[in-house]
């Protein structure tokens, strides 16, 4: 399939629904085979299995990301499967909102267990991967618009996104002389499985007012994302398109934070 990810290969974790699985699709649209990551065997499958309907390449795979053995064993079977990784997407997370006099320890961890550490896991072995193969390669993060301003309902999950950026910048910098290129884009409100769950949570708490409508009224474009928003930017920052870019953060927020 010709395109501008023709003969490469691309893992996304947390593949199997939302913007993970938006990336996926328009991935394999561009030639790519795709290697899709997540929990949800059943969601993630299906997922693959559209691909491959269209005539792309997809394998799908049950990964936790916390998990250094389940992250090494995708390198290895997309190896196996397609021969070489080009390009790693750092994608799955997770929020569970609490006020924040209210926040636990436990809470706290577990978000930045999925949401930081997975991230530094799958960029280490990603590039590992990459300098088995002499170099060269693409990490691409998902960050988040909480990552540049904290909000009091998940101030875990900010504080996680912060991570992911600090992260972001501090691979580009040791990778950069390997010719790996690590990058991110960070989004705001998207139309997602995740929001529905976070909006429910949020109205749980009688936090109606930072809930998904109330935020989307923030945003100048005058609506909410939907996950094929994202992929355009994903795309340019897992091709050759995007060679001389490193360490960076992508809003794709439609005005709703400017720094």
């Known amino acids: ?102 926040i636990t320890e436990e809470n706290f961890e577990r978000i930045m267990r999925i949401n930081a550490i997975g991230v530094l896991i799958g960029i280490q072995e990603a590039a590992k991967r990459f300098l088995e193969q002499g170099g060269g390669g693409k990490i691409v993060n998902t960050a988040s618009i909480a990552g540049r301003t904290g909000f009091p309902s998940f101030a875990p999950y900010s504080a996680s996104k912060a991570a992911v950026i600090s992260l972001t910048q501090a691979a580009a910098r040791d990778l950069a002389q390997h010719g790996i290129t690590v990058n991110g884009f960070a989004p705001g409100v998207v139309a997602t499985p995740l929001w529905k769950q976070l909006d429910a949570d949020l109205a749980a708490m009688g936090a109606a007012d930072s809930g998904f409508d109330s935020m989307a009224a923030d945003i100048l474009l005058g609506r909410p994302a939907q996950p094929e928003d ?15 870019i490193t360490g960076q953060i992508v809003a794709i927020e439609g005005g709703m934070i400017l720094v």
């Open 1 to 102: 399939m010709a395109g501008r990810m023709a003969s490469r290969t691309a893992v996304v974790t947390g593949a199997g629904s939302g913007i993970g699985a938006a990336i996926a699709r328009g991935l394999a649209a561009e030639g790519a085979n795709v290697v899709l990551a997540d929990l949800n065997d059943q969601a993630v499958q299906a997922v693959a299995d559209g691909i491959t309907a269209d005539g792309g390449a997809a394998l799908a795979m049950h990964v936790d990301v916390t998990s250094r053995a389940q992250v090494q064993a995708a390198v290895a079977a997309t190896v196996e499967r397609f021969g070489r990784l080009d390009v790693w997407f750092n994608n799955a997370g997770m929020n569970a909102p609490m006020p924040f006099l209210e």
């Open 230 to 244: 994202i992929v355009p930017t994903a795309l340019f920052l897992a091709c050759s398109d995007s060679d001389y």
